[in-house]
């Protein structure tokens, strides 16, 4: 695919802003939705091991339905999660976006089925474990291996979209058109690696399940023991298969010694030193939280430079710069998106911490979190209202 | 250069590829709507348990609660991204020009439905844990977001099937696409459907409710907020319908009488029943509760859904993008260009980039093969294309017609851009010349 080609399938809209922007928006929300997406399929993995040992272990028995909710709350949040990325990436990518939807275009349909499938069943293992019933893990692991279906799918949509030398030979094999839209290739060390994040990932939640639950009187030492020290194992044994898969893709693609594939190297030693340490879980979580915007950064470099090679730049993307809505989004983002979500985390934090019932409305801070949130909400509408009335009266009546 | 950004075609037999994002869309209408509407239900019964001290009403909410993350939570929120999956895949050229003027207000509306799924767990799972003045400030909160994210799609929808006035093609001010003359009709319509779908829910919740007392004060409940939903929704219906576009007038003379016969079973099928909830709410039973929400999706929505898509026609964004993915006009304030008259110069084999070589030059070796290719490329976004096809099936609209006879309809009419709700599809003698033998040898299988 030339240069003129690719720069032609740009929308002729241009973007609204300056694209870089769009990029850093995109590397940051695609580091947010991996890192739920790695906690559904790391706790969901680890669940189906606790339902076969949950019979004979008092410890299984209590993390076990933990996790079938932490997978559960994890898919919704991925879910949401990945709308932004999904976003960003077809503003200033929208050749490389739409092309693959189109070669991929049933897999693309079924993907929401299936994804549908995979969380409908998962919600149906959640209540079956709960009532004890055996067929757990059968529900259990169908839904699981629905899931992983669903991500080999997303996956495919990735690697076909930093492929366009290959697409016309996708799209028209041998000459002879298909439009079947049944286009599927992985990459299967890419995929290796990113679904062996998982592993670490489920590791050090583990260390904050324990390190959080420390302070509440109800569980035992022997069980906060239990998965710290479980925790603590998996973290090693999955950073090393990450570093070493991590490697491979790298050097693949060419970007091993790259100073950002560096610096993730260092982030990820670190993050090994932090996690068999185990000192604080939550400064190890901080360190988790910079190794997985390197790696999301990782992922755009090669996109970047695959795109730029074939004469594709993202930042001449010619811009029509809108100011309203550009305004809209920072405040609410920096309005509802810190104070709402600070005043749920807060409460959340609190809940768990307490035994009883979280009296918020004493609760300082929660309760000025609270307040905000509706005041912005209302301020918000009323600008909304407000914004709407003078451009109707604007291109109405002039 | 000769070329168009068009993108690689694919199109789903039998069905069309634009329906497969209308079946998507219809099932995450139901969900979403659901979600908006149970938010303001949610704010209202918490109001009530918190003012009249109701533990009773707590538990209505948990189990409607966790019916809703379910239902709502994971088909909504799966649907509402698989709308966009689906459109690339359909109509790429349309989700990316809606992407590119409104990517901040689809941003914007991701901030508010972070918060909505964030929100709708605590709201459920922290019934009992936290006092209940926090949970009713939390639900509060809750309903706001839910409407915000309404009020935010709406703009975007309601562009997809025109601004209403000239300001944005000369400004290419996304307030001036957002804020267009239905929207806020289209807003108030959607809102009133809301709450009427969140009784109908509310029916399915409160008919299985153990306490025989609680049932029947919650069911005559539902049976009141649905009652008020479906009056505000034939309300702004009559109003929404006062602001679409001329076009879409045509249109509706022609599906209307259709139309407004089942929509006035329906509605006296609905008045009764919300009534018999208000009167005997004993009968309100879960079966019954069941069935009438399924009537809502099959007999309700995915009519309104497709007569919502045929409205549009024959633009599937800002009425400057046509269905088959050509831009019909300029839009000055985005320095944008039409491509009707630079396709009718170089033809489709020629503007796309996708067509392989052997195919660029029609041959009497290629000519069906080509005919089949141009066919998809410029009608599959409407049409099913096979013999027997489901959704406006091309070939039964041009039954027994011989390939002059097609051609010359082409000319006459889809060149000169004489009917209205299809686009203007100009193009060399020699693309219609195969497109009409294809045509034709496709309709006679059909006849067969």
Redesign the interface.
């Known amino acids: 695919m030339d240069a003129a080609t690719l720069n032609l399938l740009r929308d002729s809209a241009g973007v609204p802003f300056y694209p870089v922007v769009f990029q850093g928006l995109y590397v940051l929300t695609w580091a947010l939705h991996a890192a739920f997406v790695l906690l559904a399929l790391g706790s969901m993995g680890l669940s189906l091991v606790g339902v076969t040992q949950q019979k004979t272990s008092a410890s299984w028995k209590m993390l076990t339905p933990h996790l079938i909710q932490t997978g559960k709350i994890s898919i919704s949040v991925l879910i949401v999660l990945g709308v932004a990325p999904l976003l960003f990436t077809q503003v200033i990518y929208d050749p490389n976006w739409y092309v693959t939807n189109s070669l991929s275009g049933l897999l693309v349909f079924a993907f929401i089925y299936i994804l549908i499938l995979g969380y409908l069943t998962y919600y149906w293992y959640y209540y079956a474990n709960k009532k004890g019933s055996s067929s757990s893990l059968f529900i259990g692991t169908f839904s699981f291996l629905v899931l992983v279906v669903a991500g080999v799918l997303m996956h495919n949509f990735a690697v076909e979209s930093i492929q366009p030398d290959k697409w016309m030979q996708w799209y028209a094999p041998n000459g002879v058109v298909d439009t079947s839209g049944t286009n599927f290739h992985i990459d299967a060390i890419r995929l290796a690696f990113m679904v062996s994040l998982a592993i670490p990932v489920v590791g050090i939640f583990l260390q904050n399940y324990s390190q959080f639950l420390s302070s509440r009187r109800d569980f035992s030492d022997e069980y906060l023991t239990f998965t710290n020290a479980m925790g603590t194992k998996i973290a090693t044994i999955g950073l090393i298969i990450s570093a070493v898969l991590y490697a491979v893709w790298t050097f693949q693609a060419g970007v091993l010694l790259h100073p950002l594939s560096i610096a993730t190297v260092i982030g990820v030693v670190v993050l090994l030193l932090f996690a068999m340490k185990n000192s604080n879980s939550y400064v190890t979580t901080g360190v988790l939280v910079v190794v997985a915007l390197l790696i999301s950064g990782m992922r755009e470099l090669i996109k970047y430079q695959i795109m730029a090679n074939l004469g594709y730049d993202v930042y001449g993307y010619p811009m029509n710069i809108d100011w309203p809505t550009t305004i809209m989004f920072f405040s609410t983002f920096l309005s509802l998106g810190v104070v709402g979500v600070s005043f749920i985390v807060t409460m959340a934090w609190n809940v768990g911490k307490s035994e009883g019932v979280f009296d918020a409305e004493n609760h300082v801070p929660t309760r000025k979190l609270g307040k905000a949130t509706l005041y912005i909400l209302i301020a918000w509408c009323a600008v909304y209202m407000g914004w709407g009335m003078i451009v109707l009266f604007k291109n109405v009546l002039t | ?1 000769d ?3 068009l ?6 037999p039998e069905i069309g ?1 634009a329906w ?1 994002m209308g079946i ?1 869309g219809t099932i995450h209408i139901l969900a979403s709507h659901t979600s908006v509407g149970a938010a303001i239900l949610f704010a209202f019964l918490a109001h009530k348990a918190y003012t009249e001290n109701r533990p009773d009403l707590y538990d209505y909410m948990k189990r409607y609660g966790m019916f809703l993350l ?1 239902f709502s ?3 909504g ?6 709308i ?3 459109a ?3 109509s ?2 349309g ?3 809606l ?10 509306e ?6 909505e ?3 709708v ?2 709201l459920i799972y ?1 019934i ?4 209940r ?2 949970h009713l ?2 639900t ?2 809750f309903a ?2 839910s ?2 994210t309404l ?1 935010l799609i709406i703009g975007i929808i309601s562009f997809m099937m025109w601004p ?2 000239d ?1 944005f093609y000369t400004t ?5 696409a ?2 267009g ?1 239905n ?2 009709p289209h807003m108030f319509l959607r809102i009133g459907f809301m709450v009427m779908l969140s009784g109908v829910i509310g029916l399915l919740i409160s008919s299985a409710l153990p306490d025989q007392e609680l049932r029947k004060e919650l069911t005559r409940k539902m049976g009141f907020v649905s009652m008020l939903g479906g009056f505000l929704t034939m309300f702004f219906f009559m109003w929404y319908v006062s602001t679409l576009p001329e076009s879409a007038e045509l249109l509706l003379e022609i599906y209307l009488p259709d139309i407004m016969a089942t929509r006035i079973w329906l509605m006296v099928a609905f008045t009764v029943y919300f009534a018999v909830a208000i009167i005997f709410p004993r009968m309100i039973s879960r079966p019954l509760a069941a069935t009438m929400i399924a009537v809502v999706l099959i007999v309700g929505l995915w009519p309104g859904e497709k007569l919502r898509e045929s409205l549009r026609k024959p633009y599937v964004a800002g009425r400057y993008v046509y269905s088959n993915q050509i ?1 019909s006009r300029d ?1 000055p ?5 039409g491509e009707v008259e630079k396709l009718a110069r170089v033809g489709f084999l020629k503007a796309s ?7 660029k030059t029609i041959t009497p070796e290629n000519k069906l093969e080509a005919g089949e ?1 141009l066919t ?1 490329r410029a009608c599959s976004n409407c049409h099913s294309l096979e013999p027997n096809g489901k959704f406006r099936p091309l070939m039964a609209k041009v039954a027994g017609w011989d390939a002059a006879t097609i051609k010359a309809f082409m000319q006459n009419s889809l060149a000169t851009g004489a009917i209205t709700y299809m686009p203007k599809i100009d193009l060399p003698d020699e693309e219609f010349d195969a497109m009409a033998a294809w045509i034709a040898t496709q309709n006679q299988q059909g006849a067969k």
């Open positions: 250069m070329h168009i950004g993108f690689p075609l694919f199109y789903f590829s497969l998507t379910i939570y994971v088909i929120s799966i649907t509402g991204p698989g966009w999956y689906t690339t895949a359909a790429p050229r989700i990316s020009a992407i590119h003027n409104f990517v901040w207000v689809w941003a914007t991701w901030v508010f439905f972070v918060y799924v964030v929100g767990f605590a922290f009992g844990k936290i006092d003045k926090t400030r939390l509060y909160t706001l977001a409407v915000g009020m209403g006035t300001a290419g001010s996304a307030s001036d957002f804020f003359i929207t806020f831009i839009v304030g985005k320095g944008i260009k980039p996708w067509v392989p070589e052997r195919l290719l998809k």
